[in-house]
């Protein structure tokens, strides 16, 4: 079973920036479509952003030219990097499938401060 383990989180202030980054302990990272979604407490687990194998990238309109997704097939890496950040943007955040394939890790905290 593929393990996925979420890092680089962490407490900033409104406008700062966050590098992301969840390692895939399978060999199969390559062949999927990759996401980041995100959760806050009460709600649903909403999709952040995808990319696809050949490099496609899709955003949810809330992060849309703040958030640029990444992966690095050789390492089994997909990043996201964060960039004026807003209070709202505050959640645990996952990566995964874009089908969500895989179980989910641990996640990694984000908290922004206004």
């Known amino acids: 079973q593929v393990q996925l383990v979420e890092s680089g989180g962490g407490s900033v202030q409104a406008g700062g920036s966050l590098k992301l980054s969840c390692a895939s302990s399978?060999?199969?990272?390559?062949?999927?479509?990759m996401a980041w979604y995100r959760q806050v407490p009460g709600k649903q687990r909403e999709l952040v952003a995808f990319?696809?194998?050949?490099?496609?990238?899709i955003y949810a309109d809330s992060v849309k030219g703040r958030f640029t997704i990444s992966r690095n097939n050789a390492e089994n890496t997909v990043y996201l990097q964060m960039n004026s950040l807003k209070p709202e943007d505050t959640a645990v955040y996952y990566c995964?499938?874009?089908?969500?394939?895989?179980?989910w890790g641990q996640g990694t905290q984000v908290t922004v401060s206004s």
């Open positions: 995964n499938t874009r089908s969500i394939s895989w179980d």
């Open positions: 399978g060999s199969i990272f390559s062949i999927n479509d």
């Open positions: 990319i696809t194998v050949g490099g496609r990238v």
